[in-house]
């Protein structure tokens, strides 16, 4: 079989960087959220025909060392354009028996997983998983393979995991003739899957995205439209499958006493907790601890220790259980000239320290505001579940005494959460049963 020869091509496709906003709607997603938002960003690509691809893979493959040829997957040999079958053909990664997608558009002609490569070679890996191990290729130097799976050579390896975290993504079964593909951590696999997973993620962290995968990335845009998600961002890897959780943006940076973040989360379970760290050069009086429903969405400020005209830096950091995110970009702040009063603020407040705790059965919380402002004070048990509203509405500038009541509750730790305008504080309340609470205070006597 001979491929057509067709250069066009080559000189009128222009390579393209990252679109802005392509990735906006995933942005502090993690999990299933990702996942789908993922989808339907790259979903719908444009579909091109399976002969298209001889040229097209010239192309998208090109040598960067040689202008005039183009590199083979899994031997790394650089062949001319010129070269045809037999000298190579195009490889789907993602075999086209695990989906039985065989050739047709979208799986079938999807560049972003179809390489070029040595025929031989192609034909041994066959339909085999991916994984570690087995006998060395006598063709392809750094290959190795046994019954059911194929290790490629370690300077592609990063790629090929991406590769296939992206047709994981891109094909959901959630339109008419595309398949539904799922990678496990097996090998061996049938149908529509294919292994191995835990394999893949190694080979993502030991082998990072080059920058031929990112030309090669433009260059697969500027024809299909669409991008894998995992070279632009090889972050979203852990979001997916390690249950990593991304850093929350540091924004809202003012020239007054106050800096303040936000951190969102999505997914999130009910009894979950979830705090946000800061890491800076002037002292926060705490960090904030979050609980709550399905989407989680917290504001924090309250600096103390600014100076007039000086220069401060913070970052935040999110946790959920044991997950931890990286710190956020570094927030910059320069302080105004003059006088710097907490009281510019508009609705800051601060509960002061001095109240019963552990209470029973009646905590009388002591609450000061600056200026008069709407407040949402809200009682949480430690699951993250509402148990009651202590207060909603305008608050007068001042202190105020807010009476929480704990009969009828149970013993245990309580989440008091204050909100004002993008502003929240949460404090930790111990009720203890009635009659250790008046052995306490008798031993205090």
Request: hydrophobic letters at 30%; aromatic letters at 10%; charged letters at 25%.
């Amino acid at each position: 079989m001979k491929r057509p020869v067709i250069f066009a091509l080559s000189f009128i496709v222009l390579s393209a960087a990252v679109p802005d906003g392509y990735y906006n709607d995933a942005e502090g997603l993690n999990g299933e959220t990702l996942k789908s938002s993922l989808h339907n960003i790259i979903d719908g690509h444009t579909e091109k025909s399976y002969s298209f691809l001889w040229e097209a893979l010239i192309y998208t493959d090109e040598d960067p060392q040689n202008s005039s040829n183009f590199l083979l997957i899994y031997t790394g040999r650089s062949l001319p354009k010129t070269a045809e079958y037999p000298q190579w053909n195009r490889e789907h990664t993602w075999p086209k028996s695990h989906g039985d997608f065989d050739k047709d558009p979208p799986a079938g002609t999807d560049m972003h997983h179809l390489r070029p490569s040595d025929v031989s070679v192609n034909s041994d890996r066959g339909n085999k998983d991916f994984d570690n191990g087995g006998t060395a290729h006598s063709e392809a130097t750094g290959c190795y393979y046994d019954s059911d799976s194929w290790e490629p050579r370690d300077e592609v390896k990063g790629d090929v995991a991406r590769m296939m975290f992206y047709m994981e993504v891109r094909y959901e079964g959630d339109v008419y003739g595309e398949p539904d593909l799922e990678l496990v951590d097996d090998t061996g696999t049938s149908g529509s899957t294919l292994g191995k997973l835990s394999t893949l993620l190694s080979w993502h962290k030991e082998d990072p995205v080059s920058d031929l995968e990112r030309t090669r990335n433009d260059r697969i845009y500027s024809y299909q439209d669409n991008r894998n998600p995992f070279i632009d961002h090889p972050e979203y890897v852990a979001y997916l499958w390690e249950g990593a959780i991304p850093a929350p943006a540091a924004v809202d940076a003012t020239d007054i006493d106050s800096v303040s973040f936000t951190a969102n989360w999505s997914e999130v379970g009910a009894a979950e907790r979830y705090r946000l760290y800061v890491s800076g050069n002037a002292d926060f009086t705490s960090y904030l601890s979050a609980y709550g429903p399905a989407e989680v969405s917290v504001n924090y400020a309250s600096v103390t220790g600014l100076q007039p005209d000086k220069d401060y830096y913070y970052a935040v950091k999110a946790t959920a259980g044991s997950e931890k995110s990286e710190f956020s970009d570094t927030v910059h702040v320069h302080t105004e000239t003059g006088e710097v009063s907490v009281a510019e603020i508009p609705g800051f407040f601060r509960i002061d320290p001095a109240y019963p705790n552990p209470f029973n059965p009646l905590c009388v919380l002591p609450l000061t505001l600056d200026k008069s402002s709407e407040m949402r004070i809200t009682l949480y048990n430690v699951n993250g579940e509402k148990v009651t509203s202590v207060f909603q509405g305008r608050m007068d500038s001042g202190k105020h005494h807010l009476r929480i009541d704990g009969n009828g509750l149970s013993a245990g730790i309580y989440i008091l959460r204050v909100d004002s305008g993008t502003r929240s504080q949460a404090q930790k309340l111990l009720l203890i049963p009635e009659r250790r609470q008046s052995a306490m205070n008798e031993s205090v006597i």
